[in-house]
Nanobody, 119 residues
Framework: QVQLVESGGGLVQAGGSLRLSCAAS??????MAWFRQAPGKEREFVAA????????KYADSVKGRFTISRDNAKNTVYLQMNSLKPEDTAVYYC??????????????WGQGTQVTVSS
């Protein structure tokens, strides 16, 4: 069973940047996605990337500010977050998904990484 470990979160001021990493314990020959869950809200989709990085999809709320990428040699997926806003505050999770379009999670959720953006 592939395990996913998220890291890179922290406290940052509005307008700042963070880079999240998601390390898989084995090869992830599937699309990958980032999700987030703010307090009192349901987990929501943030960004997805295809197996060969040729296709990326973003939630409208992060389009133009966040960039998803992957390094298959390192079994790692990244989320570069720029121009952060207080509403980006959430716990961020990554997961293997069925596709960049359907985005059904395939693995148990990890512990996530907390991102807090102060105003």
């Amino acid at each position: 069973q592939v395990q996913l470990v998220e890291s890179g979160g922290g406290l940052v001021q509005a307008g700042g940047s963070l880079r999240l990493s998601c390390a898989a314990s084995g090869r992830t020959l599937s699309a990958m996605a980032w999700f987030r869950q703010a307090p009192g809200k349901e987990r929501e989709f943030v960004a997805a990337i295809g197996v060969t990085s040729g296709v990326t999809k973003y939630a409208d709320s992060v389009k133009g500010r966040f960039t998803i990428s992957r390094d298959n040699a390192k079994n790692t997926v990244y989320l570069q977050m720029n121009s952060l806003k207080p509403e980006d505050t959430a716990v961020y999770y990554c997961n293997a998904v069925t596709s960049t379009t359907t985005r059904i999670p395939l693995r148990p959720w990890g512990q996530g990484t907390q991102v807090t953006v102060s105003s």
